[in-house]
C-alpha cells in the first residue's frame, strides 16, 4: 500500500489560515470606512454648526450697524467672510484680501444655505470649502453675507486615523494566520495520526485499530466511524477466506470420488463402468448444484441494486411450493395463510419458499406447515414450521452462515451443502427483508421472513 502523503492535511491547514486572515481583513477594512465615514458626518456637522452660528453673527451685527461693521468671532479666525451688495458687488470682507465672493449663491432670504459640505470620507485633498450663505435687510438695503471655512484639518485629521488603522490591519491580520495556524494544527494532529495508523494497516492485518482520542468530539466521533468501518472490513474477509476454504473442502469430497471412479474405469473401461456410473452421475450432479449456489450468493450481492423489484403474491408462490412437494415425499406439506403481497423480484421469492420447504422437510418427522400473511406495518409474512428435533437458541443465528451443518444434517448423502439457508437470509436481505428461526408450535423449527410490502397494499 503506497503511503498517503499529508500534503491534502497541510493544504487544508493553509486554507484555514487564508480564510482566517480574510475573515479579519475584509471586517477591518469595512469597519475602517464606516469609521471614516461617521468621523466624517461628525466633524462636517460640527464644522457647518460653527460656520452658520458666524453667519448670523456677522448678519446680525450687518444689519444693526451697517455692511461695513463685518466682524468674526475671536476663535474662528480660520474662516473667512464677506458682505455683497445687491448687485453681488464685495463691500466689506474679512480678512481684508479677499476680492471675490466665496460662494454663487444669492439667496433673498433669511434661509441659510451650505454649499461644499464633505459628509463622505475619500482618499486626497478637499479642497473647496464649506460655505454658508444667507440674506440680511438693513436700512440701507438688502445684503448677502457668506461665511467660509476650510474642511482641509478635519479631512487630515480622518485620514491620519484611517492610516494607522490600515498600517495596523496587516499585524492584526498575521496575528490572526498565525493564530489559526496554530489551532488547526493542533485540531488537525489527530487527523494526521489517524491518517498515519490507517495508512499502516495492511491487508493482512486488518485486526489493528485507529486509537480513539479521549475527548468527545468530532475527531473522536471520526476515529470511531474508522474502526467500525475496519471491523466491517476484518469480517468481510474473515467470511471470504472462510468461504473459499470451505468450498474447497466441499468440492474435494465429490472430485475425489471422481477421480476414484476415472480410475477404476481406465483399468478395465467396459466391466467398470456400469458400476459406477451411477455414483459419476450423482456426483456431477451435486458438483453443479454447489457451483450454482456459489454462483447465486456471488450474484446476490451484485445484483441487489440492478434488479427490478415487482408486486407479486406470496401466496400464490408458497400454494405453487406446496402443491409441487406433496407428491414427492412421505411428509405432509400444507398450506394454511392469508393472502399477501410483496413487493420483491419475484425469483428471489420463489427460491426462499423453496429452500425453506426443501430445509423443513429434510428435517420434519411428519410434517410441514407453510403460512403468509401481512403484517400491521405492511409487510408481507412467510412463515414455514416442521415438527422435527428443532434448533437450539444458540444455533439459530449460525445456521445462516455457509456450509453450515448442525449435527443432525452433516451427512453429505442427505443432499445438503449448508449453503441453502445461507442463500435464504441473503435474497431476504437483498430485498431488504430478513430471517429469523423460532421455536414452532408443532414442535420443530419455525422459519419467519419478512418482505416489504407491496405499494399498493403500503398506500391503503
Given amino acids: 500500500m503506497a503511503p498517503l502523503t499529508p500534503t491534502r492535511s ?6 484555514l489560515v487564508a480564510l482566517t486572515a480574510v475573515a479579519v481583513i475584509v471586517p477591518l477594512l469595512i469597519g475602517i470606512f464606516v469609521l471614516a465615514t461617521l468621523l466624517q458626518r461628525s466633524l462636517t456637522g460640527s464644522l457647518t454648526s460653527r460656520v452658520k452660528q458666524q453667519t448670523d ?29 445687491a448687485n453681488g458687488k464685495i463691500v466689506a470682507a474679512q480678512p481684508r484680501d479677499v476680492t471675490l465672493p466665496l460662494s ?23 479642497e ?29 485629521a480622518i485620514s491620519t486615523v484611517v492610516k494607522i488603522l490600515l498600517l495596523g490591519t496587516p499585524l492584526l491580520a498575521l496575528l490572526a494566520a498565525a493564530l489559526a495556524w496554530l489551532v488547526a494544527g493542533r485540531s488537525l494532529a489527530p487527523v494526521d495520526r489517524m491518517r498515519s495508523e490507517v495508512d499502516a494497516i495492511e491487508a493482512g492485518h486488518l485486526d489493528a485499530r485507529v486509537v480513539v482520542p479521549g475527548q468527545d468530539d ?73 457451483i450454482g449456489d456459489l454462483l447465486l450468493l456471488a450474484r446476490i450481492e451484485e445484483d441487489r441494486a440492478s434488479s427490478p423489484t415487482t408486486d407479486v403474491d406470496l401466496d400464490d408462490i408458497a400454494q405453487a411450493e406446496v402443491s409441487r412437494w406433496r ?78 451443518r448442525l449435527d443432525e444434517g452433516r451427512s453429505r448423502g442427505e443432499g445438503g451443502f449448508g449453503l441453502g ?18 421455536s414452532a408450535p408443532l414442535g420443530g423449527a419455525r422459519f419467519v421472513v419478512t418482505l416489504p410490502g407491496a405499494q399498493e397494499a403500503s398506500s391503503r
Fill in 104 to 126: 454663487g449663491d444669492r439667496p433673498e432670504t433669511s434661509h441659510k444655505r451650505v454649499q461644499n459640505a464633505q459628509y463622505w470620507w475619500r482618499p486626497g485633498d478637499v
Fill in 10 to 15: 497541510r493544504s487544508l491547514r493553509a486554507r
Fill in 218 to 290: 468530532e475527531i473522536s466521533a471520526l476515529a470511531r466511524t474508522l474502526n467500525r468501518m475496519l471491523d466491517r472490513l476484518e469480517s468481510s474477509q474473515e467470511r471470504q477466506q472462510r468461504f473459499v476454504a470451505d468450498a474447497s473442502h466441499e468440492l474435494r469430497s465429490p472430485l475425489a470420488t471422481l477421480q476414484a471412479a476415472t480410475d477404476l474405469t481406465s483399468a478395465d473401461p467396459g466391466g467398470e463402468w456400469p458400476a459406477v456410473e451411477s455414483t459419476v452421475r450423482a456426483e456431477l450432479g451435486r458438483m453443479n448444484a454447489l
Fill in 421 to 438: 439457508l445461507a442463500i435464504v437470509r441473503e435474497l431476504a436481505r437483498s430485498t431488504e427483508g430478513d430471517v429469523r428461526v423460532e
Fill in 327 to 404: 407428491s414427492d415425499t412421505n411428509v405432509v406439506v400444507r398450506y394454511a395463510g392469508t393472502p399477501a403481497r410483496a413487493r420483491v423480484l419475484e425469483s428471489s421469492v420463489e427460491r426462499i419458499v423453496r429452500n425453506l420447504v426443501d430445509n423443513g422437510i429434510r428435517h420434519a418427522d411428519g410434517q410441514v406447515l407453510v403460512t403468509t400473511s401481512r403484517d400491521s406495518d405492511g409487510s408481507a409474512v412467510l412463515t414455514v414450521d416442521d415438527d422435527g428435533a428443532g434448533i437450539d437458541p444458540g444455533d439459530r443465528e449460525r445456521v445462516f452462515d455457509r456450509f453450515v
Fill in 128 to 156: 473647496a470649502p464649506l460655505v454658508v450663505s444667507r440674506s440680511v435687510q438693513t436700512r440701507s438695503g438688502r445684503y448677502v453675507v457668506q461665511v467660509s471655512s476650510s474642511q482641509q484639518p478635519q479631512h487630515e
Fill in 57 to 85: 453673527i456677522v448678519a446680525i451685527t450687518v444689519r444693526d450697524n451697517g455692511p461695513q461693521s463685518i466682524r468674526l468671532a475671536d476663535t474662528d479666525r480660520p474662516m473667512k467672510a464677506v458682505v455683497l451688495s
